[in-house]
């Protein structure tokens, strides 16, 4: 299995968060306590897309309704929202409360669309709402970041890092000093991607832990 996929986060409790408003504001989204739209922005490699998904889960409570509710920037056409309206329709009718849709990289999204999403926003904020991905904030319609909740993932900080870093390597077997562990942590760039790469290094190149042989007893023979 890939590093990354094997420790990605499973639960909303395996989200690493800025700060404490921050995880209360996403869980009340994820609680469906929210129901307005919602931009992550920040640099690469800080979970946006990952949390956005775990936030459309929680919000599904896992109901299949069979339809796509993920949308990349080079996805969306004009005939694009009639499907996201139909999505909705189905999401509802499988008992989603508030349906969501995603989607990535919204600032690479042509002008005209942005602008469009302000019109679904507006008018049909009771039918369901949207999760925005961002690397560039000053790039996406200002008239579209206004209507949504706008929430900075930043780099991460290897501190808030180190005990998930530690859980990982105890679960490879890995034996390493937290001296050392924060060091290889602050090599980091702040992006997720890198801080994981560095531990699936630090797991391939350090032996696992192996129990120690017994030490061989010698027999005694008696001469008689």
């Known amino acids: 299995m890939i590093f990354q996929n094997k420790y990605a986060p ?14 209360q504001r996403i869980k009340e989204f994820a609680c469906n306590e929210r129901h307005g739209s919602l931009i992550f922005h920040g640099p690469y490699g800080t979970a946006k897309t990952t949390m ?21 920037a080079f996805d969306m056409q004009h005939e694009t929202f009639k499907r996201i309206s139909n999505t909705q329709v189905l999401q509802r009718r499988c ?14 999204v042509d ?25 560039n904030l000053h790039n996406v319609d200002p008239g579209l970041v ?10 991460s900080n290897t501190q808030h890092w180190f ?12 034996t390493m000093s937290d001296g050392k562990l924060q060091a290889l942590l602050d090599t980091c760039d702040g ?8 531990l699936e290094d630090a797991v391939l190149r350090q032996p696992a832990n192996t129990p120690t042989p017994p030490t ?9």
């Open 10 to 23: 499973q639960t909303f409790n395996d989200l690493i968060f800025p700060d404490r408003n921050t995880r």
């Open 163 to 174: 005990d998930r870093a530690r859980w990982i390597l105890d679960k490879e077997g890995v």
């Open 52 to 72: 956005a998904r775990m936030v459309e889960q929680m919000r599904t409570s896992g109901l299949e309704y069979g339809s796509v509710d993920f949308y990349r």
């Open 216 to 224: 061989p007893q010698l027999q005694v023979i008696s001469s008689k």
């Open 146 to 155: 206004d209507r949504c909740d706008v929430v900075e993932l930043p780099a």
């Open 111 to 135: 002008k005209g669309l942005q602008y469009k999403f302000r019109w679904e926003i507006d008018m049909n904020c009771d039918q369901g709402c949207f999760v925005f991905t961002t690397n």
């Open 191 to 198: 992006s997720i991607r890198d801080l994981m790469r560095a």
């Open 95 to 108: 008992g989603v409360e508030m349906p969501v849709t995603i989607v990535d990289e919204i600032d690479q």
